[in-house]
């Protein structure tokens, strides 16, 4: 197998001093998901990572980049001495894009990053050598991270790119020297750090600055700010291909939804399109549109396309729907919507109606009716009005169908004031309060949605949901 980073290699790409002989077969920067044979790379965020470099040896690392030989590692022990780690990362990063003659997708959005980027890889990685950030990489350490684990003979990567303040994309998008720039949608999510939503736009418009000359842009036709994103396109020379509901040459004119899939009919260039995907979700489909837009702009086969992203399934954390059985010999139980990944009110209206299609099952449970019931965590950083954001949910068509709402978090008290009496659940200030609550959220013939900004630590109501179908007994000292 050929070595991802060779001592030579890394010392030329970095300007780092490191002793000749070592190979890398890849790249990490956690001691404990670390594979023998990978390069260590010692960042510090909350914690100093050269702390863990004696540790990352000793599992099999290849060799460590620091800025410094930690106390406790030999004088001869194989380090890549750099500066700065995290500038070394960059600089790995750029030269792994360098070498490399692939084709780079970078893909940035207030929702639907993570779901689009997984996406592509499903319907693209069948027909080209793909490369594609692991998990929700998308920020100044993963995106570098990213392209450093790029191997030379990649044919496609697929980039994430996101962002919590202004001035984050444009840096990470120009690292990676973009072919093709997808924004997936602008929605009011981190508010916090913006004056409106048209200062969002602006940032997600910046991923346009990494494009290559004459690269491809795949933008969304139909949101207010959609001028905004077209205007930055023009000002960089980008080729544009559009997408929407009601405008854009990819036009989204049907969608039929069912519990366990989505049918879009769309008008495109080359005349309508239908397309399938084995999961529920309008706002899946949306994103599938975008992809089969990319796609075609770059001159991929679109019926083999289709027919892989058709295989698609959401990662966990975003919408992925698990039985929980509490009775295996009567093979009773919930089903259960992990949402619990990341919120804000476009996401939340997505989670929302695919909870309202769902269908529960009567004549199951102690209740004896199936319900929808809805587990919803805080929406962070959405600014001043984050508590009519919140408590606008409760107004939604979807919540008609939600027989039950329970609410975590402080900002989520805006929505359980909202609530009808009917619908009202339980309120508490923290996912933990609720975790030793689980067994009586949940009956047989239910349906639960839980979902909330990662944040809010909704996750462990998802973790003790799923214990109480492994015979589990739920308690508060888990950790998201």
Known sequence: MTALWTA????????????????????????????????????????????????????????AMVSRRPDGVAADAPLLVVPDVLAGLRALGAAARARS????????????????????????????????AEASYNNHWGVPLTLARMPADTGLAVIEIGMNHPGEIAPLACLARLDLALITTVAAAHLE????????????????????????????????????????????????????TTAGDWRLDQVTLTETATVARASTPGGARLFKLATPGRHFAQNALAVLAAAEALGFDPALTAADLGRWAPPAGRGTRDRITLDAVEGQGFDLI???????????????????????????????????????????????????????????????????????????????????????????????????????????????????????????????????????????????
């Open 8 to 63: 030579d290699q890394a010392a030329a790409a970095t300007g780092g001093t490191t002793p000749a002989g070592w190979a890398a077969m890849g790249v990490s920067i956690d001691s404990r998901t670390l594979q023998p044979g990978d390069l260590f790379v010692a960042l510090t965020d909350a914690r100093d990572g050269h702390d863990f470099v004696a540790q990352a040896l000793a599992r099999g690392a290849a060799a």
């Open 101 to 132: 003659p692939a084709r780079v997708i970078g893909v940035t959005g207030s929702v639907g990053k993570t779901s689009t980027k997984e996406m592509l890889r499903a319907a693209l990685g069948g027909q080209t050598r793909l490369h594609a």
């Open 193 to 244: 750090a913006f004056a409106d939503l048209a200062g969002i736009a602006r940032e997600k418009a910046s991923i346009l600055d990494g494009l290559i000359p004459g690269g491809l842009a795949v933008l969304p036709a139909d949101l207010d700010v959609s001028p905004i994103l077209l205007e930055r396109a023009a000002q960089v020379g980008a080729q544009v291909v559009t997408f929407g």
């Open 338 to 480: 992990d949402d619990a990944f990341n919120a804000n009110p476009a996401s939340m209206a997505a989670a929302l109606e695919l909870l309202a299609l769902a269908q529960p099952q009567d004549g199951q449970g102690r209740v004896g009716r199936g319900r929808r019931i809805a587990v919803l965590g805080d929406m962070l950083e959405l600014g001043p009005d984050e508590a009519r954001l919140h408590a606008d949910l409760a107004a939604h068509p979807a919540m008609a169908q939600v027989d039950i709402v329970h609410c975590v978090g402080p900002r989520m008290a805006a929505l359980h004031r909202a609530l009808p009496p009917r619908r009202r659940g339980r309120w508490v200030a923290a996912a933990a309060d609720l975790v030793p609550q689980a067994r009586s959220l949940a009956d047989a013939g239910d349906i639960l949605l839980v979902k909330g900004s990662k944040g809010s630590k909704v996750s462990l109501v998802v973790d003790a949901l799923r214990k109480l179908g492994q015979g589990g007994s739920p308690d508060s000292t888990g950790t998201a």
